[in-house]
């Protein structure tokens, strides 16, 4: 949008326009603005160096987060290029693991409306309701219905915070143009009976429906997405487990849709086993694997690994048979009655047990993953029995946020020993431990969905497919440099998390090409096509259109 469509007023209090007290003298005289901003003219740097100040005041981390959100309404190019500064300090605050508190707390904190709330008692009249959006390019819908927030459950309305924050990961971490995002909040309810009776609760105050009735809204919100916006594409998140992989399966084929905590969580976890299986000198598919929880991140880790062992030559049945999944239930074995659809291939024939450590002992598996939402549920005997079995046991403890990580990197590295190679799914400081350091890695999706994001942008892909997933995977994989292997980091560091992306999202953009799915013309050189697609957090130059304008 040009700068000098808005004047004055108008023009400060658009976030996307505004640059506060970096307006030049000619822009401040063309654009209406003498007197309504400070007499100075500061750079950007300076700007950041005002954030910087103000955020080193604030006494916690969920403080910092609504001072940034605060930026964000005010300063979307200030915001951004805060984040952008120190993707390792910031992306903690806007994402993991202050999300979760800030979800916990969203009808308490909000400030202001971001994104669209889509009621179901606005059934039948969906249309109506998208197009009072008022970008009419948008290319990525994040959407939550609250059913499943990060390890939390059901948080209704307050879940909203969470395709806020993942939208900012397009722009923060693989550069994806704000303007083009749009979060949003499916409201069919909440059976959180606190936030039901909290005065301050954003939602509707009432029981989540049947399946069969939030379905028919969830079609009809996307296909008139589909109507509405023929570009975009709908990224699911967090919804309950069951939901998300039945909600996926209804569209993919026909939409150019994804589910983050599917295939994005798949997608990252697989990197890090890629590297896993690089420091140990194996292949993917020598490997055993034993997860604790068969969600929805689950299944689509073990459907994702198993395609990508059917890569290296194995049969999909001789993949799935390497592949063990143990729930709240026991075991998945022959004899459950419990089961649903999609957690049938990776039952086996075995006794039921309801004991991990037993399951392991019997088993055997190279690789425990845990996706179980319960913190602490690697115990010192499931670390001891792991790291019997196996020279250099594969812990991956991926629940989140941090309280509910299955074990610590410093328990993990402790009870093994040294000898485990761990990741969890939030950030934990490097472990000291009898004069070595440990650096365990973030299998955090931020690696993997910006840049699949990314790459879907620039190619205008029409469909998300998982081959994409398992291409970024080994990108991702790739990018480690081989000294930190050697310390047992199993992903790139965040502080180069942006070019990480733009390399990764190369690399998925030429699959979306030679798959025959891009809407756009192929380019020659990858790289240089996705640079030119990054957005860069710096105010457009407004003297020039201004003095026209004027
Ligand atoms: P979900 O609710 O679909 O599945 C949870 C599974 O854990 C179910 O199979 C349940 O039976 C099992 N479970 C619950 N309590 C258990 C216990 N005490 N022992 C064994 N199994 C137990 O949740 P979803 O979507 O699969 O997510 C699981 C976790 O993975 C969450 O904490 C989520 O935050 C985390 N996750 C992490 C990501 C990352 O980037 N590291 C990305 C996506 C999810």
């Known amino acids: 949008m040009a700068i000098n469509s808005k004047r004055g007023i108008e023009l400060l209090h658009d976030p996307a326009l505004n640059k506060s007290t970096t307006f030049s003298e000619a822009e401040k005289q063309a654009l209406g603005l003498v007197g309504m901003v400070p007499e100075v003219t500061e750079d950007e740097d300076l700007q950041l160096r005002r954030v910087n100040l103000q955020l080193a005041q604030k006494p916690t981390d969920l403080e910092r987060y609504i001072y940034l959100m605060n930026l964000l309404d005010h300063n979307e190019t200030l915001f951004y290029r805060t984040v952008m500064s120190d993707p390792a300090r910031f992306l903690p605050i806007v994402y993991d693991p202050t999300i979760g508190e800030a979800c916990l707390k969203f009808g308490h904190i909000y400030r202001q409306p971001r994104g669209m709330y889509l009621s179901i008692t606005r059934r039948g009249k969906v249309r109506d309701v998208l197009k009072n ?3 009419k390019d948008v290319r990525f819908i994040c959407v939550t219905d609250g059913g499943r927030i990060l390890g939390l459950g059901d948080l209704g309305a307050n879940g909203m915070g969470i395709p806020i924050g993942k939208l900012q990961l397009y722009t923060a971490c693989a550069g994806v143009p704000p303007q083009f995002l749009l979060p949003m909040y499916l409201d069919a309810g909440t059976n959180n009976e606190q936030y039901l009776h909290d005065p301050l609760y954003l939602g509707l105050r009432r029981a989540r429906p049947s399946t069969e009735e939030l379905y028919s809204f969830v079609d009809e919100f996307v296909e008139t997405v589909q109507e509405l ?3 975009c594409c709908i990224h699911f ?8 992989v039945h909600l996926l399966q209804r569209y993919r084929d026909k939409y150019c849709v994804y589910n983050d905590d599917v295939q994005g969580t798949a997608g990252i976890v697989l990197a890090g086993m890629i590297n896993a299986a690089k420091i140990k000198g194996t292949k993917l598919s020598d490997e055993r694997y034993l997860f604790l929880g068969a969600g929805s991140a689950g299944i689509g880790l073990a459907n994702l690994l198993c395609s990508a062992m059917v890569g290296e030559g194995l049969t999909r049945n001789q993949a799935q048979a390497r592949v063990y999944m143990f729930d709240i239930n026991g075991l998945l074995e022959d004899t459950r009655k419990d089961l649903v659809d999609f957690q049938k291939p990776y039952v086996h024939k075995h006794a039921p047990t309801r004991d991990f450590v037993a399951a392991i002992e019997t088993i055997k598996p190279t690789t425990i993953i845990g996706v179980s939402t319960v913190g602490g549920t690697f115990t010192q005997k499931v670390i001891e029995a792991m790291s019997r079995i196996n020279e250099r046991p594969v812990v991956l403890a991926l629940s989140n946020p941090t309280e509910h ?4 990197p410093e328990q993990a590295y402790t009870w093994s020993k040294g000898k485990a190679i761990y990741a969890a799914g939030v950030q934990f400081p490097p472990v000291h431990l009898n004069g070595q350091t440990f650096l365990p890695g973030q299998a955090n999706n931020f690696y993997i969905f910006p840049a699949i994001g990314m790459a879907v942008f620039a190619t205008q892909a029409s469909r998300v ?7 970024a995977a080994r990108a991702v994989a790739d990018q480690v440099p081989s000294e930190l292997l050697k310390q047992g980091l199993l992903y790139p560091l965040q502080s180069n998390i942006l070019e990480t992306e733009i390399q990764t999202a190369a690399r998925v953009a030429k699959l979306v090409f030679d798959s025959g799915l891009a809407r756009v013309k192929q380019p020659a050189d990858m790289v ?3 640079r030119q697609h990054v957005y ?10 201004a003095s026209t304008a004027a």
Do not use: L, R, S
């Not at 998140?237 to 998300?244: S, Y």
């Not at 710096?538 to 259109?545: C, G, I, L, R, S």
């Open 237 to 244: 998140e967090d919804w309950t487990g069951v939901d998300a």
């Open 405 to 408: 990580a299955e074990c610590t």
């Open 229 to 231: 916006f023929p570009k």
């Open 528 to 530: 240089a096509f996705i």
């Open 465 to 471: 497919t998982d081959e994409m997933f398992i291409e």
């Open 536 to 545: 860069k957090p710096e105010y457009k130059p407004a003297a020039a259109q």
């Open 133 to 135: 959006w008022p970008q």
